[in-house]
């Protein structure tokens, strides 16, 4: 008698659920059925266009990563050699939550200088992070814990991804004129104008080197004026520098923009990675660091960075932070990085080069003197999403719809090529 009233009771509880489908259960297919699919990564999604594309002509020049003038992926010699070393390694353990010490100290060394005070009197909170993206995504939550009623103020254009970082983050963004149609060159007026109307102490993204998408970096002395303006409002400047090295071969003078603000006495933070500049894409190798006013406040800053990384990814990998302390710790084989990324920022500079001398050799009524005076990675070529439609159509030549061309793609086999492609759907511009 209670076994059937019991199973009746079961009976009646299930058929007066509020959840829908049989005996009151979800079906599985419910609980997903209000998903749309996302939108394609507008770079990402270049390459899988191009993959897809049978022509034996095709060209990438969408995706940012190096290739070598046979359009090759390289592993430079000094990561082989820092693999070679630590094969066989005995520790696999966990990192801590802030990542390898040595890597950071190396790393810190590269942005805020060999010789810096702020490093010896550790006033740095730095922490190992998920490359560049990792490290913005890391201070976009610091941010938004720490400085709840904060904006972020984007330059218009940039990297795709940091509006979904700072978005995805919860913090309000705010954009900025950076780049001049026009001119193909800085809009320093409308930038500085834009910083003095910025309320007094907003959060600003900048690009500390080979700005990404344009190629278009200020000059020395506009760096120091937008960092006098900065002071002037108290602004807090947060650099993205994802080309250290990789821009002009240098990582001094490509951090430069970097130490005017330091010199100027502002507090900064910085996100490094060492994708480009190493080679090391998919090792996920970076950096973030804060600029505090004493040890006291870095101790704590950098606790508060570590407990935000605890629920995203615990602590982050390994074996990239080994390849790069190993070679920013031999004082060799940072010589032969230094040789090697170079070779690669000057094969793109040369890549410039070629490509704007072959335009004009062909006659173009346009000038492409942009071409040669932005620098990194990136050529923003001034053509429009139509014409770039015609190039992937006709010619079958990959790259984003806003003209940014990767130079890394571009190679002495192809340059001809792709200049008589550009020449063929720009002449009647």
């Given at each position: 008698?209670a076994?059937?009233?019991?199973?009746r009771?079961?009976?009646?509880?299930?058929?007066?659920?509020?959840?829908?489908?049989?005996?009151?259960?979800?079906?599985?297919?419910?609980?997903?059925?209000s998903?749309?699919?996302?939108?394609?990564?507008?770079?990402?999604?270049v390459?899988?266009?191009?993959?897809?594309?049978?022509?034996?002509?095709?060209?990438?020049?969408?995706?940012?990563?190096y290739?070598?003038?046979n359009?090759?992926?390289?592993?430079?010699?000094?990561v082989?050699?820092?693999?070679?070393?630590?094969a066989?390694?005995?520790?696999?353990e966990?990192?801590?939550?802030?990542?390898?010490a040595?890597?950071v100290?190396?790393?810190?060394?590269?942005?805020?200088?060999?010789?810096?005070?702020?490093?010896?009197?550790?006033k740095?909170?730095?922490?190992?992070?998920?490359?560049?993206?990792?490290?913005c995504?890391?201070?976009?939550?610091?941010?938004?814990?720490?400085?709840?009623?904060?904006?972020i103020y984007?330059?218009?254009?940039?990297?795709?991804?940091?509006?979904?970082?700072?978005r995805?983050a919860?913090?309000?963004?705010?954009?900025y004129?950076?780049?001049?149609?026009e001119?193909?060159?800085?809009?320093?007026?409308?930038?500085?104008?834009?910083?003095?109307n910025?309320?007094?102490?907003?959060?600003f993204?900048?690009?500390a080197?080979?700005?990404?998408?344009?190629?278009?970096?200020?000059?020395?002395?506009?760096?120091?004026?937008?960092?006098?303006l900065?002071k002037?409002?108290?602004h807090?400047?947060?650099?993205?520098?994802?080309?250290?090295?990789?821009?002009?071969?240098d990582?001094?003078?490509?951090?430069?923009?970097?130490?005017?603000?330091?010199e100027?006495g502002?507090?900064?933070g910085i996100?490094?990675?060492?994708?480009?500049?190493?080679?090391?894409?998919?090792?996920?190798?970076?950096?973030?660091s804060?600029?505090?006013?004493?040890?006291?406040?870095a101790?704590a800053?950098?606790?508060?960075?570590?407990?935000?990384?605890?629920?995203?990814?615990s602590?982050?990998?390994?074996?990239?932070?080994?390849?790069?302390?190993?070679?920013?710790?031999?004082?060799?084989?940072?010589?032969?990085?230094?040789?090697?990324?170079?070779?690669?920022?000057?094969?793109?500079?040369?890549?410039r080069?070629?490509l704007?001398?072959?335009?004009?050799?062909?006659?173009?009524?346009l000038?492409?003197e942009?071409?040669t005076?932005?620098?990194?990675?990136?050529?923003?070529?001034?053509l429009?999403?139509?014409?770039?439609?015609r190039?992937?159509?006709?010619y079958?030549?990959?790259?984003t719809?806003?003209?940014?061309?990767?130079?890394?793609?571009?190679?002495?086999?192809?340059?001809g090529?792709?200049?008589n492609?550009i020449h063929?759907?720009s002449?009647?511009?």
């Open positions: 008698m076994m059937a009233m019991a199973i009771n079961a009976a009646s509880r299930r058929t007066m659920s509020p959840i829908s489908g049989e005996f009151g259960l979800r079906s599985m297919s419910s609980w997903w059925k998903v749309e699919p996302a939108p394609k990564d507008p770079i990402l999604g390459t899988e266009a191009f993959l897809a594309d049978p022509s034996p002509e095709k060209v990438n020049v969408g995706v940012g990563a290739r070598d003038d359009g090759k992926p390289v592993v430079l010699e000094c082989r050699e820092a693999e070679r070393r630590i066989g390694t005995s520790f696999m966990y990192l801590p939550m802030g990542g390898s040595k890597m100290e190396e790393t810190l060394k590269l942005a805020y200088g060999d010789d810096s005070e702020f490093i010896k009197d550790k740095i909170a730095a922490v190992q992070a998920l490359s560049g993206t990792g490290a995504r890391l201070f976009a939550d610091f941010q938004k814990r720490f400085c709840p009623g904060s904006q984007i330059p218009v254009p940039t990297w795709s991804n940091h509006h979904n970082i700072w995805d919860q913090v309000p963004q705010k954009t004129h950076y780049y001049h149609p001119t193909k060159g800085l809009n320093f007026s409308g930038l500085m104008d834009d910083v003095k910025a309320p007094e102490g907003s959060f993204l900048l690009h080197c080979a700005h990404n998408p344009t190629g278009v970096d200020p000059t020395e002395e506009q760096w120091r004026e937008i960092s006098q900065f002037a409002k108290n807090f400047p947060f650099f993205d520098m994802a080309y250290q090295g990789f821009a002009s071969g990582p001094a003078r490509d951090a430069k923009s970097i130490r005017i603000f330091l100027d502002h507090h900064i996100s490094q990675s060492y994708a480009k500049n190493m080679g090391l894409y998919g090792q996920r190798v970076g950096c973030l804060v600029l505090c006013e004493d040890e006291k406040q101790v800053v950098k606790s508060q960075l570590q407990q935000l990384a605890r629920p995203m990814y602590n982050p990998p390994l074996h990239g932070a080994q390849i790069v302390s190993t070679i920013l710790g031999d004082p060799q084989l940072k010589s032969l990085w230094l040789k090697e990324v170079k070779i690669m920022a000057d094969r793109i500079i040369g890549m080069t070629t704007r001398e072959s335009l004009e050799k062909l006659g173009s009524p000038s492409w942009h071409v005076k932005q620098i990194g990675m990136f050529c923003y070529s001034g429009t999403p139509e014409q770039v439609d190039l992937t159509s006709q079958h030549i990959y790259m719809r806003n003209g940014r061309i990767s130079m890394a793609g571009v190679t002495t086999g192809n340059v090529y792709l200049a492609a063929e759907v002449k009647s511009s």
